[in-house]
């Protein structure tokens, strides 16, 4: 019994590495472009305002702020330069820069698809 014990202490190691690599890698789907738009996040009846430093189909990266942890929730409000309306999302708290650096990489949940055909056109017009 004890060399399954050790040989699960290894696998779960090894398990562990290889999370890391990947969490240390570029895990992006989508093209981010740069912008400079205010967003508003709350929780509950907290209210912030962050900047966006990049933003794509999938998520929005805030600049400067200090981050909710990991895996917390908020609600978005945004509107994007030339368009009308507003949008409303909920987000997850993906990524954190370091204890150093200030921001967080904020992963969009139930985006609708008109919103998300917005931000894509937002985008395709950056690019071009």
């Given at each position: 019994?004890?060399?399954?014990?050790?040989?699960?202490?290894?696998?779960?190691?090894?398990?562990?590495?290889?999370?890391?690599?990947?969490?240390?890698?570029?895990?992006?789907?989508?093209?981010?472009?740069?912008?400079?738009?205010?967003?508003?996040?709350?929780?509950?009846?907290?209210?912030?305002?962050?900047?966006?430093?990049?933003?794509?189909?999938?998520?929005?990266?805030?600049e400067r702020t200090?981050?909710?942890?990991?895996?917390?929730?908020?609600?978005?409000?945004?509107?994007?330069?030339?368009?009308?309306?507003?949008?409303?999302?909920?987000?997850?708290?993906?990524?954190?820069?370091?204890?150093?650096?200030?921001?967080?990489?904020?992963?969009f949940i139930d985006?609708?698809?008109?919103?998300?055909?917005?931000?894509?056109?937002?985008?395709?017009?950056?690019?071009?």
């Amino acid at each position: 019994m004890a060399n399954n014990d050790r040989r699960q202490e290894k696998a779960d190691q090894k398990n562990l590495e290889i999370e890391d690599e990947r969490r240390k890698g570029d895990r992006r789907r989508d093209i981010r472009v740069p912008v400079n738009i205010w967003v508003e996040e709350y929780q509950g009846d907290d209210v912030y305002f962050q900047q966006a430093g990049n933003l794509s189909v999938g998520g929005v990266f805030f600049e400067r702020t200090i981050p909710h942890p990991i895996g917390t929730k908020v609600g978005l409000r945004f509107s994007i330069p030339g368009s009308e309306g507003v949008i409303e999302t909920t987000g997850e708290v993906v990524s954190v820069p370091s204890d150093e650096d200030f921001g967080a990489g904020i992963r969009f949940i139930d985006l609708d698809p008109v919103e998300e055909q917005i931000i894509r056109e937002y985008i395709d017009k950056q690019l071009s």
